[in-house]
């Protein structure tokens, strides 16, 4: 009896001593993915790396083909068994679409696949954008601010590479009134499809007063002279200069804001200033925790003789020994003490106190003051680079 008491205990230690072997090796093996993950997608809005370590098998799925080929190494390096059953999308039910392009005015891009998801961005008609993967009607994209998200199968028209390329080298147009339409024909009967500012479009001829143009997924119409221009004209004409970064975001006073919106029709605050970056030429990044990482620092303690029209003001919480910095807020520096944002609408506030449209609000949880314009950044790209002419 004395032998057999010896030995359970004996088996329940060395149960135990294995059974944390197998947690610090499950830490260990958990540490070189984290790793992996903070080098190459730190930031989960613009970079897929969702990968396990189950049961001796690394499973998962991720646009980062380098982020997988790095973990392997890694792993390997400790001396890491494992079977390899990650996804490296695009998936291979997509049949090579692996691009699409938008074919909606404004197409809302949803944080899970389904309509009652949280609007995460929007993206406007000519959009081309990355296809990573399908669940039921909606595709996993990634749009040029490298965004990634869920869009419906109805905003989009998906293409192969040859067709993309097509599309690339085909003559646009770009829509510059606020809001239009695009007409079955030149007498204007009936709407093909309503248009916003900076949608693009393949121009298929002139037709008297009309563009006569081509959607992404083949529908046509007519669309009135003065209310678009030539893409390639426009973009090399684009001027950011004080007066038109003014006119432009004033020509939007009064939108409502929309959580997630990016266009005329409805914006969150850095929905808005990319926005007006983006009818001016440039595509910046997405949310304002983004954007503050963006070109040179010009202020942090409110001396606004320092700011330039077109700086972009960002507010939030500052870190704390317990906290680390939070930015909720952004809008863009119009002078004279003012900036234009999207708070409940598009509106102008001012830190002058004897101005009625005073914001003590806004200027108690101001943080710093960034300038883009003009500052060269691998995340600042030209809106002629993603449409390739």
Avoid at 252 to 267: D, F, Q, V
């Amino acid at each position: 009896m004395k032998i057999k008491t010896i030995w359970f205990a004996y088996m329940a230690v060395i149960i135990s001593l294995a059974s944390c072997s197998t947690e610090e090796d499950h830490s260990a093996i958990q540490g070189i993915i984290n790793e992996v993950t903070n080098d190459f997608a730190p930031d989960k809005r613009i970079a897929l790396f969702d990968i396990q370590f189950e049961n001796g098998q690394l499973k998962g799925e991720t646009n980062l083909p380098k982020a997988v080929e790095s973990l392997k190494e890694r792993l390997k390096a400790n001396s890491v068994s494992f079977e390899d059953k990650v996804k490296v999308l695009p998936d291979e039910s997509l049949e090579g679409k692996h691009f699409a392009v938008v074919t909606l005015s404004v197409a809302n891009i949803r944080s899970q696949p389904r309509h009652s998801a949280e609007l995460s961005t929007q993206a406007t008609l000519g959009t081309p954008l990355k296809v990573w993967k399908k669940e039921n009607s909606w595709y996993l994209i990634q749009t040029p601010d490298q965004y990634i998200s869920w869009i419906d199968a109805a905003g989009i028209e998906l293409m192969d590479e040859q067709g993309i390329e097509a599309w690339y080298r085909s003559e646009k147009m770009i829509y510059t009134d606020q809001v239009g339409y695009v007409y079955d024909s030149p007498d204007e009967a009936l709407p093909v499809s309503e248009l916003v500012a900076g949608n693009i479009l393949e121009l298929r001829e002139e037709k008297g007063m009309h563009y006569h143009v081509e959607l992404p997924d083949g529908r046509n119409g007519f669309v009135r002279k003065d209310e678009m221009e030539p893409f390639a004209e426009w973009s090399e004409t684009k001027d950011i200069s004080a007066n038109n970064l003014i006119t432009v975001a004033k020509n939007m006073m009064g939108a409502p804001y929309l959580w997630g919106g990016t266009s005329i029709k409805g914006m969150d605050c850095s929905g808005f200033t990319k926005t007006i970056f983006f009818l001016h030429g440039q595509v910046i990044p997405r949310d304002a925790s983004q954007q503050i990482r963006e070109g040179e620092e010009v202020d942090t303690e409110k001396n606004w003789e320092n700011l330039e029209v077109g700086d972009l003001l960002f507010f939030g919480v500052p870190a704390s020994d317990s906290s680390s910095e939070r930015v909720v807020h952004v809008g863009m520096w119009i002078g004279n003490n003012s900036f234009i944002h999207s708070s409940g609408r598009v509106r102008i506030s001012s830190f002058d106190p004897a101005s009625p449209d005073y914001d003590e609000y806004e200027l108690n949880r101001y943080l710093r003051t960034k300038r883009i314009v003009g500052k060269e950044s691998e995340n600042v790209i030209g809106v002629n680079e993603i449409i390739r002419q």
